[in-house]
């Protein structure tokens, strides 16, 4: 397959790359120290277009293909994690979301404003127990004729106190199962609504993750998105789209731990020569290189698939697969080739060893994954 990019994807790629660079690069290790909300780096982001890529220019958004948006999320992912998790949430789960199923109202009131970067969204649908699993939703929203009371609570939502408007998916009728659930946008502030603790994480630290508890939060039946029992499929296709931003995050994660190692091999000198020259070390990189190729391939193959209208459950989940195992493969490999070095954060890799491990679990872990593709393959 020719992945030959655009004249306009190369310039999306390079403007990422450049951001990344000058604006995300200075403070990355502190914000990682601290937990600390990229406040500033995100407003930044939303102005220059990369909160919302995908959608449509009529709401705000970018209008651009699903290469485009990997394009970006490989190159702001080699720096800082953290803030291309807000990138990817808002414009794979969030904004795509509401752009092909919210209704004309919906797209007025709140996705104008998230393709901007002047709100951020939130979704929400792990649960303490349900995990990511959309069929076991113990979160209620009863109806209660022109409105719902939501019940509930939702674990390790990304955005969770810096969110302005939640995709809320819950159950309304237990009795109908999958298909009696729905999915609701939640507005901050509402009452009822809480933000729980922020989590102490071992990577992204720098993006805010919380528990949020409903209680009797009173949610507009305009609210809805889409007809009765739809939040299932929402769900599910949301989630198979945000499976593609999260392998282009892995991906960038491994670039990013990788271009840091043989940089390093070049300078550092071991035996008489540069470490690059000690097969060793040349090997490592040659595996690292070979690795990160093909997971690009993967994860521009499913984006192509959701670019022509295909189906890309398949493509997506086999590119999470295989680019979040190749995050952490090569970022241990990167602190390897650093050796000391690598455990000191200024170098920068042992923080991309610690980012790379939550691509194997948020959006499905890499046992879902498999469940996806195998079910696929064996046409079930």
Known sequence: MDFKL????????????DFAKSELLAGVIERDEKQQFPTEQIKKMGELGFLG?????????????????????????????????????????????????????????????????????????????????ATSQRTTAIDKGDHYILNGTKNWITN???????????????????KGINAFIVEKGWAGFEIGPKEQKLGIRGSDTHSLIFNDVKVPKENRIGEDGFGFKFAMKTLSGGRIGIA???????????????????????????????????FKLADMHVSIEAARHLVMKAAVDKDNHENYD???????LYASQVAMDVSVEAVQVHGGNGYVKEYHVERLMRDAKITQIYEGTSEIQKIVISRSILNK
């Open 314 to 320: 398949l493509s997506g989940a086999m590119a999470k």
């Open 6 to 17: 655009t004249e306009e994807h190369i310039m999306i790629r390079d403007a990422a790359r």
């Open 160 to 178: 969770g106190n810096s969110a302005d408007f939640y995709i809320v998916i819950a159950q309304t009728d237990r009795e109908k199962k999958h």
């Open 248 to 282: 282009a995050q892995a991906l960038g994660i491994a670039a990013g731990a990788y271009e840091l190692a043989l940089e390093y091999s070049k300078v550092r000198k071991a035996f008489g020569t540069e470490i690059c020259n000690h097969q060793a070390i040349a």
């Open 53 to 133: 890529m995908m959608a449509s220019p009529e709401y705000g958004g970018g209008g651009m293909d699903t290469v485009s948006y990997v394009l970006a999320m490989e190159e702001i992912s080699k720096i800082d994690a953290s803030a291309s998790v807000v990138m990817s949430v808002n414009n794979s789960l969030v904004c795509w979301g509401l752009d092909t199923y919210g209704n004309e109202e919906q797209k007025k009131k709140y996705l104008t404003k998230l393709t901007t970067g002047e709100s951020l969204g939130a979704f929400c649908l792990s649960e303490p127990e349900a995990g990511s699993d």
